[in-house]
């Protein structure tokens, strides 16, 4: 993707006067994997934790997600589409506790959610949320980041783990100039 962007502004640095180009970029499945998050079990936990069962407590993740803000600058008809999810467990670690999840975009500390999942069936190491529709999260990205919300919910295993997480995206971006 940055290198579609160096392209779009070497070619729109070479535009001369009385010139219009356009540029339209895509970049369809762009993922991002966030390396070795701590997800925190029973033992990291402090009060108050949410309990929405007398066995399951719900353990909350915040992801940064780094995101090139050059595909948002004003002038530019963008979007960043969340396509999904994926969490994996590390190190023998399972997700098999898990009953409920939830993933959303935070800005000024309001939610917009963007996947859940119930189970339905044992996630194993590695459970997997789209985004149905795909949302866009262009709004959300602030300073070259997307702050995400995770929340895992059920009987939390008593050690945490570690474990990679992973959003794909569609991006698409038109950028037009014109000297005049």
Request: net charge negative; with cysteine; charged share 15%.
């Amino acid at each position: 993707m940055r290198r579609l962007l160096a392209i779009a502004a070497a070619a729109l640095g070479s535009a001369g006067c009385g010139d219009f180009l356009s540029f339209e970029a895509e970049a369809p499945n762009a993922c991002v994997t966030l390396v070795n998050v701590h997800i925190p079990g029973l033992d990291e936990l402090t009060l108050p934790y949410s309990l929405p069962s007398p066995n399951a407590r719900t353990v909350r993740q915040t992801f940064e997600v780094p995101l090139d803000e050059s595909v948002l600058s004003s002038g530019n008809e963008s979007s960043v589409l969340l396509v999904s999810f994926e969490l994996h467990a590390k190190d023998g670690a399972s997700l098999s506790f898990v009953q409920s999840a939830q993933l959303a975009a935070v800005l000024d500390s309001t939610p917009f959610v963007l996947s859940t999942y119930t189970r339905s069936a044992d996630p194993g190491s590695t459970l997997t949320m789209p985004c149905d529709p795909p949302k866009d999260v262009a709004p959300y990205v602030r300073d070259g980041k997307l702050l995400l919300q995770g929340s895992l919910t059920g009987a939390v295993p008593a050690m945490g783990f570690e474990a990679d997480a992973t959003f794909c995206f569609d991006v698409s971006t038109r950028v037009a100039t014109s000297d005049s």
